[in-house]
């Protein structure tokens, strides 16, 4: 059972913050590998805005550089995204996804948070 819930979306104007959150249930059967952020505006693909591995290693999008932060609570299975100096642009839907695998496996499964509306606008 692998449940992702998200939260910390909402209105802002540009340059303020937010600060997303994704909290992952998981059975001790198994462990995460990746959990990190994505973004989806309307009638475009989903792309990855930022990412962190279990080894505490991270990629953003070159779009986010400078001005977000992906970090991870390995204790309360959860990832946040630190969003500062917001611009327009940034309006999305923004999705958590978690890799996991069951232990004593080799495959992995990608799960996904519901989203969560962030719009930045005067």
């Known amino acids: 059972q692998v449940q992702l819930v998200e939260f910390g979306g909402g209105l802002v104007e540009p340059g303020g913050s937010l600060r997303l959150s994704c909290a992952a249930s998981i059975s001790i059967s198994f462990s995460m590998y990746v959990m990190g952020w994505y973004r989806q505006a309307p009638e475009k693909q989903r792309e990855l805005v930022a990412i962190?591995?279990?080894?505490?290693?991270?990629n953003y999008a070159d779009s986010v550089k400078g001005r977000f932060t992906v970090s991870r609570d390995a204790a309360k299975n959860t990832v946040y995204l630190q969003m500062n100096s917001l611009k327009p642009e940034d309006t999305d839907v923004y999705y958590c996804?978690?890799?996991?695998?069951?232990?004593?496996?080799?495959?992995?499964?990608?799960?996904w948070g519901q989203g969560t509306q962030v719009t930045v606008s005067s």
């Open positions: 996804k978690a890799v996991v695998r069951l232990v004593g496996a080799t495959r992995s499964n990608d799960y």
């Open positions: 962190v591995s279990s080894g505490g290693n991270t």
